[in-house]
């Protein structure tokens, strides 16, 4: 047991020094990962990074991911993300922070459609933040609000995480999908809570409010919405309602947000080929990123880490909060290294009958440790929608991390209003679907 820890301690503090020496995060997350393979293991490096690299982005589910990656892209270069703006302006025009808290909506409508934090984050980012920049919005509070709320992506159904619980823990998916609704609401009032909080305190860093609008400006200026709200509604209907995939939704995003840009004459031939370039490039340094953290994952598999971690949490045997309280320990230090769909396979055989014996509905378990892993999201040094939005910005990940603080201390606090009122996450399934036996 302890000369696992150490090694996981040597691998995380080799991370470290590699990130502060400027390599890239990609290369420095296959790097740990075969250290760890050639030193603690018996397997063979070289035959494991290919198959990772392979795996992890050989996948039909990852083909939205560029997909929906391009039509922020689209958005961001016509004139489409400026006519949103001035759509929603005056409707939050005396809302304390106003247009700052379309970061939050954009990620909580774009996460139900993606179900892919990555792509939330990168889309929303595209297309809010210059806006934000241009109207006088505090950066980085901008950029904070982006990396947590891009976490919505995985919180709100469809998605691929909660997918996964359902299957490592034999529960219905369905019953799953109910249950992230009510903390994914919760999780956007806390956001917008603080915008709203922060906005007040420091009224210098907000622009100043427009003049009174009357109704009939309001609903001509709304006029600007219709075409993207009407473009967001059918993604959304042709995804619940079964007639079609994310990806199949990916690209009927792309196809009418270039219809949307043709018909406002705002596409040219220019802004068409950035913006495919702007995707290529964005949708690389994720792959890329994936294919890293996929071979490093495949090393804590190896060497047992996660397990051991598991293992001693239940060797202590700790009454039932004192346990949800070290699992959150792990995962956090799991999700410095680990993404979240592989933090649940590796941990869910020792874990899970662990939380069924202290008397936690796995349900609700299913969300809480959604949310843990929407905490890795944005936990240095390897939490992702860190280095989507350091890639974006060109901003230090410490500069990014520092704005995501505020927002991180807001996904705790939903951890533990849902651990005390356990209902939030169960009372939607147990309305729709009856109480469970």
Not at 161 to 172: K, L
Not at 232 to 239: A, M, P
């Amino acid at each position: 047991m302890l000369e696992t820890l150490l090694m996981g301690a040597l691998l995380l503090a080799i991370m470290l020094v590699l990130l502060a020496g400027g390599v890239w995060i990609a290369m420095t997350l296959a790097i740990v990962g075969w250290v760890g393979q050639a030193f603690f293991t018996q397997t063979l490096p070289a035959k494991n990074l290919f198959s990772s690299f392979w795996e992890s982005n050989a996948s039909w589910e990852l083909a939205a991911l560029p997909l929906f990656i391009w039509m922020g892209e689209i958005l961001f270069r016509t004139k489409l993300s400026e006519e949103m703006f001035e759509g929603l302006r005056p409707w939050l025009n005396r809302v304390p922070g106003r247009l700052m808290h379309t970061t939050i909506l954009g990620c909580g409508v774009f996460g139900s459609v993606s179900g892919s934090s990555a792509a939330t984050c990168a889309t929303i980012a595209k297309v809010a933040l210059p806006e934000l920049v241009r109207r006088g919005y505090n950066e980085k509070l901008a950029i904070g609000s982006l990396a947590t709320a891009g976490t919505l992506g995985i919180l709100i159904p469809p998605s691929i995480t909660m997918v996964v619980y359902a299957v490592a823990a034999d529960a219905s998916i369905i019953r799953i999908f109910l249950a992230g609704f009510l903390p994914g609401l919760l999780l956007m009032l806390l956001f917008s809570g603080y915008i709203g909080w922060w906005s007040l305190r420091h009224p210098d860093q907000v622009p100043p409010a427009d003049p009174p609008t009357s109704f009939r400006e309001k609903i001509r200026l709304s006029g600007n919405l219709i075409p993207c709200t009407l473009l967001i509604v059918f993604i959304v209907w042709v995804l619940v309602a079964g007639w079609a995939t994310a990806t199949e939704c990916a690209a009927f995003g792309v196809l009418g947000s270039l219809a949307i840009a043709a018909w406002g004459r705002s596409l040219t031939w220019q802004n068409f080929k950035d913006g495919i370039m702007g995707a290529t490039r964005t949708s690389c340094m994720i792959m890329f990123i994936l294919a890293g953290a996929a071979f490093l994952t495949k090393t804590m598999a190896f060497t047992g880490i996660p397990r051991e971690l598991a293992e001693w949490v239940d060797s202590m045997h700790l009454s039932p909060y004192a346990l949800i309280g070290a699992l959150v320990l792990v995962y956090l230090v799991l999700g410095t290294a680990l993404d979240g769909i592989s933090m649940i396979v590796l941990t869910s055989a020792v874990v899970l009958p662990m939380i069924q014996k202290a008397g936690f509905d796995l349900v609700w378990f299913g969300i809480f440790i959604v949310l843990l892993v929407e905490i890795a999201e944005v936990t240095p040094p390897v939490g992702f929608n860190l280095f989507v939005l350091q890639n974006m910005t060109g901003k230090d990940s410490n500069v990014i991390a520092k704005a995501a603080i505020p927002f991180f201390f807001c996904l705790v606090l939903c951890i533990a209003l849902i651990t005390v009122f356990p209902s939030i996450v169960t009372i939607l399934p147990d309305v729709v679907m009856g109480a469970e036996k």
